[in-house]
């Protein structure tokens, strides 16, 4: 079965400062697609950034960049000068199939001023 | 304009009771689904619906019936509630299936007491 593993349930970044966070995954498909979520306290789900899984280079989005390992199965998450409106739930996403989402289950990232 | 709205945001109902939630998008996406995060923030798909047809129905017990009257609508009808259907609820959308992610709505916490 199809996976999404994000081993740190919690992390804490100082104000400024650069994080990241870890994920890994397990798919048989030679095409797909990974994304990371943001989930802060007010709940709603917003998509961080995207990367297609044929291409090498890694996905950036202003302070927010991508580790893609694709023979690892690694997808890691950099958020460089940490705000405090970066603390949030953190979700690693994977396409699964034609029509589903895999999530892993999320890192806490706590933002200290 | 939101995008992806779901009403009610709360919904507190008593064990046995039937409830429904509503979901409609305003982006011309063909495919909506229905996703469940529990007490320890995990989402996992509960159904996928393309252009009005069910795709995915993910071993949901049939307590849960999903309703698409057309592409923009997906209503989420829940008969005999129990308390571990407590949980939060989110309808998304998506322009495809494949990478461009999907657009959540703010999501239903229901508690059933």
């Known amino acids: 079965a199809q996976t999404v593993t994000q081993s740190q349930p919690e992390m804490s970044v100082q104000e400024a400062e650069t994080v990241t966070l870890s994920c890994t995954y397990d798919?048989?498909?030679?095409?797909?697609?990974l994304f990371w979520y943001k989930q802060p306290p007010s709940r709603q789900m917003i998509l961080v950034i995207r990367?297609?899984?044929?291409?090498?280079q890694n996905a950036t989005e202003n302070r927010f960049s991508v580790n893609f390992q694709k023979a690892a199965k690694s997808f890691s998450l950099k958020i460089s000068d940490s705000q405090l409106g970066d603390a949030a739930m953190y979700f690693c996403?994977?396409?699964?199939?034609?029509?589903?989402?895999?999530f892993g289950t999320g890192t806490r990232l706590k933002v200290l001023a | 304009d939101t995008a992806v709205s779901q009403t009610p945001k709360y919904l507190v109902t008593q064990m046995g009771n039937d409830k429904s939630i509503k979901c409609e998008q305003n982006?011309?996406?063909?495919?909506m689904y229905w996703y469940k995060q529990d007490s320890k923030k995990f989402l996992k798909i509960m159904f996928s619906?393309?252009?009005?047809?069910?795709?995915i129905n993910e071993t949901v017990p049939n307590r849960f019936s999903p309703k698409s009257p057309d592409k923009a609508h997906l209503n989420l009808h829940i008969n005999s509630l129990e308390l571990g259907d407590s949980a939060v609820y989110f309808c998304?959308?998506?322009?495809?299936?494949?990478?461009?992610?999907?657009?959540f709505g703010s999501g239903t916490r229901l508690t059933v007491v």
């Open positions: 798919t048989s498909e030679s095409d797909y697609y």
């Open positions: 619906y393309n252009n009005k047809e069910l795709i």
């Open positions: 982006l011309g996406h063909d495919t």
């Open positions: 998304a959308s998506s322009q495809d299936f494949r990478g461009h992610g999907y657009t």
């Open positions: 996403v994977s396409t699964s199939g034609t029509y589903k989402y895999i």
């Open positions: 990367q297609e899984a044929y291409k090498q």
